[in-house]
T-cell receptor
């Protein structure tokens, strides 16, 4: 089992829809969780971080964490074509400050 | 505030050669991490440097080595290049303080092609 798993996609949604991106992780002791966005040919940039169970909202983005299910998700409301990118889930295992990344989910928002 | 800068942006090497990649960390950051990202994959952790010491290492062979300098800049050296070393090499800086390390800020990357 990989430490951080994501469906590689592509996930295709129409403009204005909600995009739901999912990530599972294997280490129950993991404490910190991150979502990065990576445009093609560019480097990852941080969108959200979440550390406790529940939802965290920032503009059109909502991160959801369920430690019991070892599951973290990212919702993008009112998706725009400019949201088309690869979304990387990253997790700090228990006792570590070094994030482990999933392979990323490719999101395509079509007009 | 300056961001993370990497050089060179692109380079081509042949098998068996050696390469050095450079990174200047973001102002105020004291920790540098290096990641390798193959096409279609997520970044894979190579190692991290804090206070000029290696602070963690991923599953990479010893021919991958690094340095951190007193100004917190860093180098990644790869000896005896192999075709599978072709990838985007990402440098990321962060601040390690009393409450631990904060999030990573990535540079634009160095794309290495090994022929």
């Amino acid at each position: 089992q990989k430490e951080v798993e994501q469906n590689s996609g592509p996930l295709s949604v129409p403009e204005g829809a909600i995009a739901s991106l999912n990530c599972t992780y294997s280490d129950r002791g993991s404490q910190s969780f991150f979502w990065y966005r990576q445009y093609s040919g560019k480097s990852p940039e941080l969108i959200m971080s979440i550390y406790s169970n529940g939802d965290k909202e920032d503009g059109r983005f909502t991160a959801q964490l369920n430690k019991a299910s070892q599951y973290v998700s990212l919702l993008i409301r009112d998706s725009q074509p400019s949201d088309s990118a690869t979304y990387l889930c990253a997790v700090n295992r228990g006792g570590s400050y070094i994030p482990t990344f999933g392979r990323g989910t490719s999101l395509i928002v079509h007009p | 505030e300056t961001g993370v800068t990497q050089s060179p942006t692109h380079l081509i090497k042949t098998r068996g050669q050696q390469v050095t990649l450079r990174c200047s960390s973001q102002s105020g950051h004291n920790t540098v991490s290096w990641y390798q990202q193959a096409l279609g994959q997520g970044p894979q952790f190579i190692f991290q440097y804090y206070r000029e010491e290696e602070n963690g290492r991923g599953n990479f062979p010893p021919r991958f080595s690094g340095l951190q300098f007193p100004n917190y800049s860093s180098e990644l050296n790869v000896n005896a290049l192999e075709l599978d070393d072709s990838a985007l090499y990402l440098c990321a800086s962060s601040f390690w303080g009393a409450s631990g390390a904060n999030v990573l800020t990535f540079g634009a990357g160095s794309r290495l092609t090994v022929l």
